[in-house]
């Protein structure tokens, strides 16, 4: 099983930069794909970025390609995500969710572990 903390939101000027952390308990964390989602108010949670679990492969939305970066450091069951050139669209409370097995699943009742969820709100 594997508990999961998202933490780095907060509010940003569009233009600017965030860096989301994701910190997983369990000495397994290397075994799971991890992937953030975001859920803006009155929209459904959507897929933004995914890696696999040893961090050698990753899949974005088209909507944050070439914005944003996923990483892990599973030294550290830490997985982060570097947001550039926020916009007020970005908006949203971001989850980090993890599964066992392939990390190119973009629909969220593939994962089964979520976190709380980290608030992050650009301003125009």
């Known amino acids: 099983q594997v508990q999961l903390v998202e933490s780095g939101g907060g509010l940003v000027q569009a233009g600017g930069s965030l860096r989301l952390s994701c910190a997983a308990s369990?000495?397994?964390?290397?075994?799971?794909?991890v992937g953030w989602f975001r859920q803006a108010p009155g929209k459904e949670r959507e897929f933004v970025a995914g890696?696999?679990?040893?961090?050698?492969?990753?899949l974005y939305a088209d909507s944050v390609k070439g914005r944003y970066t996923i990483s892990r450091d599973n030294a550290k069951n830490t997985v982060y995500l570097q947001m550039n050139s926020l916009k007020p669209e970005d908006t949203a409370v971001y989850y980090c969710?993890?599964?066992?097995?392939?990390?190119?699943?973009?629909?969220?009742?593939?994962?089964?572990?979520w976190g709380q969820g980290t608030q992050v709100t650009v301003s125009s």
């Open positions: 969710a993890a599964r066992l097995g392939s990390y190119s699943y973009i629909r969220r009742e593939a994962y089964e572990y």
């Open positions: 369990g000495r397994t964390f290397s075994s799971y794909a």
């Open positions: 890696i696999s679990r040893n961090g050698g492969g990753t």
